[in-house]
């Protein structure tokens, strides 16, 4: 089953405007979209659930969110890693959650074509990667953060750094489409590429039972062809619980409803769009009777938990949709062809960063 194939039957069984609807109902009148009413905000699932509202068409609200963003930026060009009612709740410097900004961003620009908001938002999105970069170890792989007294976590995580990856590479597409030419980002983009590639001994071992870990390597594009199918397919029965979904962590009978999103990008990236629908499948039944998604639930005793309805849960849910449904012209952020196919990315010429 290919991609034309399933862009011909949409998920009936799914009111994704109730999905939306969620989203809408929590962000701000500023822009900012919380986890959940009441409940805290990071930049980084702010963005993710504002590309799921761009992604089923509304604009102006992804707009307003990442004009948020821009609003609330760091003098050094990072944002604090969490947030409660605009102040800051964790004053970390997180350079995965500051770089996510530029896949938002470029998201927002495949979709909208509007290259007015790309020129307001290139400083936001230049100083964010400049911030990242900043942290980038010898060796390649990317520090998580500063700590709130400033003072740099020389620890690396492989999921950070693969969405690291991601951001850069859609920062470096805004360049090009905006004639600009960062030589800097893409020399870092390699050696980070090269780290995720080939130094799995670079980053902080103790994660890697985390699903994330497995997985946001193809996701974010640092591993492709066989190297990735390859990947998915060793890992499998460690981190997924066939017909529930992907476990967040290997060891806990808990699935999460967006790590299992993740994997049906993940896997529709390297152009295995059938068992991505089987597993997109496989989340229908968990659901609130509003039509919004859980954000997990432990097995066999089927406990929903958290309780909260979670606006990114719902966000990247959409954009699994999207990518397997084609909803917008953004469908194919993350596959691996698009990165070669594209005209917006050869103005760039960054092909030896997604080459198969």
């Given at each position: ?130 911030f990242a970069i900043s942290l980038q170890a010898g060796t390649g792989e990317i520090y998580w953060a500063k700590n709130p007294d400033l003072r740099v976590d020389t620890m690396a995580l492989l999921t950070g750094s693969s969405s690291i990856f991601m951001s850069i590479k859609c920062a470096l597409a805004i360049a090009g489409e905006l004639g600009i030419r960062r030589e800097d980002w893409k020399t870092a983009a390699l050696k980070l590429k090269t780290a995720i590639g080939r130094g ?157």
């Open positions: 089953m290919d991609q034309e194939m399933l862009q011909k039957k949409r998920p009936a069984e799914v009111d994704l405007e109730q999905v939306a609807a969620i989203i809408l109902q929590t962000q701000k009148d500023d822009g900012e979209i919380p986890w959940f009413e009441g409940g805290k905000t990071d930049p980084w699932d702010h963005v993710e659930a504002a590309m799921g509202l761009c992604a089923f068409g509304y604009t102006r609200q992804a707009k307003t969110a990442y004009q948020w963003l821009a609003d609330c930026q760091l003098e050094d060009g990072s944002w604090y890693a969490a947030y409660m009612n605009g102040q800051p709740l964790d004053m970390t410097r997180d350079t995965n959650v500051t770089a996510y900004i530029a896949v938002g961003v470029f998201h927002y620009y495949l979709i909208t074509g509007d290259r007015v908001f790309l020129l307001e938002m290139w400083d936001t999105v230049s100083r964010a990667i400049d799995y001994h670079l980053f902080n071992i103790a994660k890697s039972h985390y699903s994330m870990d497995w997985f946001y390597p193809v996701l974010c594009g640092a591993v492709t062809g066989d190297d990735a199918r390859k990947r998915l397919d060793q890992y499998w029965k460690k981190f997924v619980a066939e017909e529930m979904g992907v476990l967040c962590v290997s060891n806990r009978p808990w699935v999460t409803i967006a790590e299992t999103c993740e994997l049906v990008l993940a896997l529709a990236a390297t152009g295995n769009y059938k068992v991505a629908e089987i597993v997109f499948n496989w989340m229908h039944e968990r659901r609130f009777k509003d039509g919004t998604y859980w954000c997990g639930f432990t097995y066999p005793d089927m406990v929903i938990w958290p309780e909260e309805k979670i606006t990114w849960t719902n966000g990247v849910f959409l954009m699994a949709a999207d990518a397997l449904y084609n909803l917008s012209p953004a469908g194919r952020l993350f596959d691996h062809g698009f990165w070669n196919e594209s005209d917006i990315l050869r103005k760039a010429d960054i092909s030896y960063l997604t080459g198969f």
